[in-house]
Nanobody
Framework: QVLLVESGGGLVQAGGSLRLSCVAS??????MAWFRRAPGKERQFVAA???????RYQDSVTGRFTISRDNAKNTMYLQMNNLKPEDTAVYHC??????????????????WGQGTQVTVTS
């Protein structure tokens, strides 16, 4: 059974930091990504990383968020610094089963985690 399980969300004040983790089990994945869904909004791309560590980011998080992965642990991370209230959302990890390239489109990802809530207060 393939599972993606996120953790690390929570409540933080603006300017604070959180580190999200996504542990994959059942198989290894090439490209992985973080998406988020804010209340009343559509899910949006946050960041993605390939097996070799090539990354890409949404413009609004560039310079504040860092995506990384530990292939030996089958785990992906999202270090979020200088958080803003507009970062409040449920954060989901996602993985592609066959294609090694990262993508900003959610329909390119085959597996999804249940999500972890991030709330940033002003």
């Amino acid at each position: 059974q393939v599972l993606l399980v996120e953790s690390g969300g929570g409540l933080v004040q603006a300017g604070g930091s959180l580190r999200l983790s996504c542990v994959a089990s059942g198989r290894t994945f090439s490209a992985m990504a973080w998406f988020r869904r804010a209340p009343g909004k559509e899910r949006q791309f946050v960041a993605a990383i390939s097996w070799s560590g090539i990354t890409r980011y949404q413009d609004s998080v560039t310079g504040r968020f860092t995506i990384s992965r530990d292939n030996a642990k089958n785990t992906m991370y999202l270090q979020m610094n200088n958080l803003k209230p507009e970062d409040t959302a449920v954060y989901h990890c996602a993985a592609r089963s066959t294609n090694a390239r990262t993508s900003v489109y959610e329909y390119d990802y085959d597996y999804w985690g249940q999500g972890t809530q991030v709330t940033v207060t002003s």
